[in-house]
């Protein structure tokens, strides 16, 4: 090992059990190079070197008699949708800019019991609503890759930007994302980097600021499917305090990791092949089946026939669970208040400052399909839509056992090139939408990089609870390709 | 198409959202534009297709009735904006 940003988390927690190298040297290491990069990337919002540094002691101590947790020393990053106790959480929104929860999600408080440390909170679109973290009150966060001979910023993709490009860059071994419609697996592609929406249900909801309660799950993002296979074995598990949540054993992904996929049936969903999208895309989406088949996997061609009604459903759907969940974000008895002389002022002018432009669209469209005379037309035919999305893979799943697609429709766009239309904007999200909208897994694995030096990822999308199988198949992928491309900015680059 | 401004108007006033006139005139648009693409779905038929409410893989369950949690007044309170000694402070409602 040459520099401490060689290791990926697997290898870092081998080293730092055979004492090859301290928590302490790992996480100063890390928060430096945090200190050195982060202000052209911005991907943190708050850092927490102190108690990171009295964390990675504390592992330091237990790892000496020969004990400690499956992620005890690890140096993580989490987005800042997860409230931390006593640690600033702000959803990238002003109306939580000094909120400070004085309680710990579920998904934190297992990464904490298995020993993780935790450098700070991770940039986002504001609420997660957002494709290329442009909508964060705390600025941008930037993408670690550049075009080929071009310093034009880009986005590192949304909404977990923030934790896509610090993975991306090293500044941290693993990070936690959340995935509404897309926003772990698309951000993972746009960075060259690995990521898991598990199973609806799989991890608990409890302490994660809400979206779209239906829809929001949190995953893992990290280097490759290893260190993802290790993240999620300790943030998924049942728990009482979501309704949601579900009571099924939490077997240990890494183990799954080289299965194969020798017999596996993989579905190329022809409705896929959307119009437009760029011929190496299409081209990297056919080498993928060129490798699955190659390591003895059975391809056959299926029909999702209702995918071009993933992203309006969603948009209908998602906006009207976020407009009554955004509901509490009233400056009565916690976030940002506006005084005024009136309840209704208060709130109006409160909710006018607070939250930004986005933000304040989808929290009016979500109002308006849910308002009298709407109702039916939008949100309880979009609920049914959701039905027939489900089915489409339910009866897919007849016949085979994964589906293999692009995870978005091009790579990492520049800041200035967000389209003006919003819908065009949203378009970004149509390969990973409908897998959230049926509650299946999927994740993104990089498997290339197009004729701009961007890196590109495929998804595949699994049968509920089957995230083993998921893993394996995207091993596969992940050997074949063998990605060791790194981002023009990273930790491990000579200054 | 768009939305026209009173549309606007009365789901801000819903959505209990302040705008200024120039994001109401920009919210006509977008929000006139996303409706007209979200008016796709009228393409397909959805007679006798039950709604899909969250993914049901989750069984609901009962449990013992008994407190969990509370007795908590200084977290609960540790993030009011405005508070006066335990109590959250809110404009004068009643007159």
């Known amino acids: 090992m040459s520099t401490p940003f060689d290791y990926t988390l697997a290898s870092a927690r081998d080293a730092l059990r055979a004492r090859k190298i301290s928590a302490r040297e790992l996480t100063e290491a890390h928060l430096s190079a945090i200190e050195r990069l982060d202000g052209t990337l911005n991907s943190f919002i708050t850092t927490t070197p102190e108690s990171a540094l009295k964390a990675a002691d504390a592992a330091d101590a237990t790892l000496a008699k020969g004990e400690g947790g499956e992620l005890c020393g690890l140096p993580l990053g989490i987005k800042d949708l997860f409230c931390t106790n006593g640690t600033r959480t702000t959803a990238a929104s002003n109306i939580l800019r000094d909120f400070v929860p004085p309680y710990e999600s579920t998904v934190t408080s297992n990464l904490l019991r298995d020993g993780a440390v935790f450098l700070g909170k991770l940039n986002l679109d504001e609420f997660a609503m957002g494709s290329g973290n442009l909508n964060s009150a705390f600025g941008p966060a930037i993408n670690p890759w550049k075009r080929n001979g071009s310093d034009e910023k880009l986005v590192p993709g949304g909404s977990s930007g923030g934790s896509a490009a610090a993975v991306a860059a090293g500044l941290v071994l693993g990070a936690t994302g959340t995935d509404t419609g897309g926003s772990i697996r698309q951000p993972a592609a746009y960075t060259g980097i690995a990521g898991i929406k598990p199973t609806y249900g799989r991890c608990s909801r409890f302490g994660t600021i809400a979206f779209a309660s239906s829809l929001d799950q949190a995953g893992p993002m990290a280097r490759n499917l290893q260190d993802c296979a290790i993240l999620l074995r300790s943030m998924a598990g049942f728990d009482q305090r979501d309704s949601t949540s579900v009571d099924t054993p939490v077997p240990n992904y890494e183990a799954a990791l080289n299965r194969g996929v020798k017999g596996l049936r993989v579905g190329i969903p022809k409705e896929y092949h959307a119009d437009g999208m760029p011929a190496e895309i299409e081209a990297l989406w056919q080498q993928g089946i060129n490798w699955l088949r190659e390591a003895g996997a059975e391809i056959k061609e299926v029909s999702l026939p209702h995918t071009k009604y993933g992203l309006p459903t969603y948009y209908i759907a998602a906006l009207a669970e976020a407009s009554s969940n955004l509901a509490r974000y009233d400056g009565l008895r916690f976030g940002a208040r506006v005084k005024a002389d009136s309840l209704d002022a208060m709130y109006e002018a409160s909710r006018a400052a607070g939250f930004g432009e986005e933000v304040k669209r989808r929290i009016l469209l979500g109002t308006h399909v849910l308002s009298s005379g709407y109702y039916d037309a939008y949100y309880l035919r979009a609920q049914k839509v959701r039905t027939l999305i489900q089915q489409d893979f339910l009866k897919a799943y007849e016949d085979v056992d994964v589906l293999l697609t692009p995870t978005a429709p091009s790579s990492a766009f520049a800041l200035n090139e967000k389209p003006s239309d919003p819908v065009q904007m949203y378009l970004n999200d149509v390969f990973t939408v409908p897998a959230s909208m049926a509650g299946v897994p999927a994740l993104s694995v990089p498997a290339g990089l197009d004729g701009q030096g961007l890196p590109l990822g495929l998804q595949l999308i699994g049968k509920f609870f089957d995230e083993e199988t998921l893993i394996a198949a995207g091993h596969v992928l992940e050997q074949a390709a063998s990605f060791t491309h790194r981002p023009t900015i990273h930790a491990g680059n000579p200054a | ?95």
């Open chain 2, 1 to 95: 198409m768009s939305l026209d401004a009173k549309t606007v108007l009365r789901t801000a006033r819903l959505a209990r959202i302040g705008l200024a006139p120039a994001e109401v005139e920009a919210l006509q648009k977008d929000m006139g534009s996303i409706i007209d693409w979200v008016e796709q779905l009228n393409e397909l038929d959805v007679t006798d297709v039950p709604p899909m409410i969250g993914t049901g893989l989750a069984k609901p369950r009962l449990r013992e009735d008994r407190i969990t949690d509370g007795e908590r007044p200084d977290d609960v309170l540790s993030n009011a904006p405005d508070r006066e000694g335990p109590y959250f402070t809110v404009p004068k409602v009643v007159e």
